[in-house]
Nanobody, 125 residues
Framework: QLQLEESGGASVQAGGSLRLSCAASGDTLRNLCVGWFRQAPGKGRERVARIDSDGTITYADFVKDRFTVSIDNAKNILYLQMSSLKSEENANYYC???????????????????RGQGTQVSVSP
């Protein structure tokens, strides 16, 4: 069974950078629909970025040109490189996977797919 474990969350100042990791076991990330979400206290979940099984990468508009999602195939780790962080981006960031899917099927299936516990990102003004 697929297991996901996030790490890399920390406290940074606005404008800073962080790299989040999502280590996977039980399946091969490069074959899967995988993504990053975030949720701040009292707010709804937000989609941040995803990689479909066919390799297509999609970002939320609010992170384009600042965040980069990638997979290290050798280590089986999903990364989220974040730069120019904003104070309003304080949240618990978590990764998710939804099997072998692409396009809309990946998009919707991530809502109920396997997920990790998340890692906390705190951005101070």
């Amino acid at each position: 069974q697929l297991q996901l474990e996030e790490s890399g969350g920390a406290s940074v100042q606005a404008g800073g950078s962080l790299r989040l990791s999502c280590a996977a076991s039980g399946d091969t990330l490069r074959n899967l629909c995988v993504g990053w979400f975030r949720q701040a206290p009292g707010k709804g979940r937000e989609r941040v970025a995803r990689i479909d099984s066919d390799g297509t990468i999609t970002y939320a508009d609010f992170v384009k040109d600042r965040f980069t999602v990638s997979i290290d195939n050798a280590k089986n780790i999903l990364y989220l490189q974040m730069s120019s962080l904003k104070s309003e981006e304080n949240a618990n960031y978590y990764c998710a996977s939804a099997g072998r899917r692409s396009g809309d099927r990946c998009f919707w299936a991530l809502d109920t797919g396997h997920r990790g516990q998340g890692t906390q990102v705190s951005v101070s003004p």
